[in-house]
């Protein structure tokens, strides 16, 4: 179960004294990925994309223990589970916000994705996770290839966010730009950096196994 945490208990003592009361403490990363791997298994198996991705980036995430404490409000949120979400075109044409439990085991996951985003786009109302999980936000923009995108800085959602577009083709290889914003309260750049380097590496070794 999520539990506040004294910030003086925690690693992340200096950047809540130094972030957690600036203007903008919200950095963004570009980075291109080699998915080239991802587009093979989805055409193999038949699987979405975006799921696949998805997974891949809480596979990323898990191993970087800075991902499991994000400030809400002005405390300090400590987290047992992450969850991935993503953005639904529902039944009226609109988007909803989706979030589905990361589970190591990809077909679990998978399923869970299938029957949640179904619902949720049938429903129209949201599924919610982030009492309970630190969510990531994506969010794909996949009718226009783009370069890149800031997300905002509300001051109230805090989560790491993921943007991306359609990806590229070049030569025999597929390639996607990703842009990853987060709260500079919760990690610096050499955890994001790892986060990012994780990513590809899920991306790279991804199997289906069933």
């Given at each position: ?15 809540y004294e ?9 950095v ?12 093979r ?5 038949k ?7 998805d ?22 949120i ?8 993503t953005i ?13 439990l990361?589970d ?7 399923e ?22 630190m ?8 009718d226009?290839e ?5 997300g ?7 989560n ?5 577009g359609?990806?590229?083709?070049k ?8 842009s ?10 050499a955890h994001?950096g ?9 991306i790279h070794?991804?199997k289906?196994?069933?």
């Amino acid at each position: 179960m999520p539990k506040e945490v004294n910030p003086k208990d925690t690693t992340r003592a200096a950047a809540y004294e130094l972030w957690m009361n600036a203007p903008n403490p919200m950095v963004t990363f570009f980075k291109t990925f080699d998915v080239t791997n991802l587009i093979r298994v989805s055409r193999k198996r038949k699987l979405k994309f975006n799921m696949l991705l998805d997974y891949c980036i809480g596979s990323a995430a898990v191993n970087v223990k800075e991902f499991y404490t994000l400030p809400v409000g002005d405390k300090l949120i400590q987290y047992d589970t992450i969850a991935v979400n993503t953005i639904v075109k529902n039944k009226e044409g609109e988007v909803s916000s989706c979030d589905i439990l990361y589970d190591a085991d990809i077909n679990k996951f998978n399923e869970e994705y299938l029957k949640y985003t179904a619902e949720v786009a049938a429903s129209c109302r949201d599924r919610d996770l982030s009492e309970n999980s630190m969510v990531i936000g994506t969010s794909a923009i996949v009718d226009t290839e783009i370069d890149g995108a800031v997300g905002m800085n509300s001051g109230i959602f805090n989560n790491p966010f993921i943007i991306w577009g359609r990806y590229k083709k070049k030569w025999l290889k597929y390639y996607l730009t990703l842009s990853f914003q987060f709260h500079h309260t919760q990690m610096d750049g050499a955890h994001a950096g790892r986060f990012l380097s994780n990513l590809q590496n899920e991306i790279h070794r991804l199997k289906w196994i069933t």
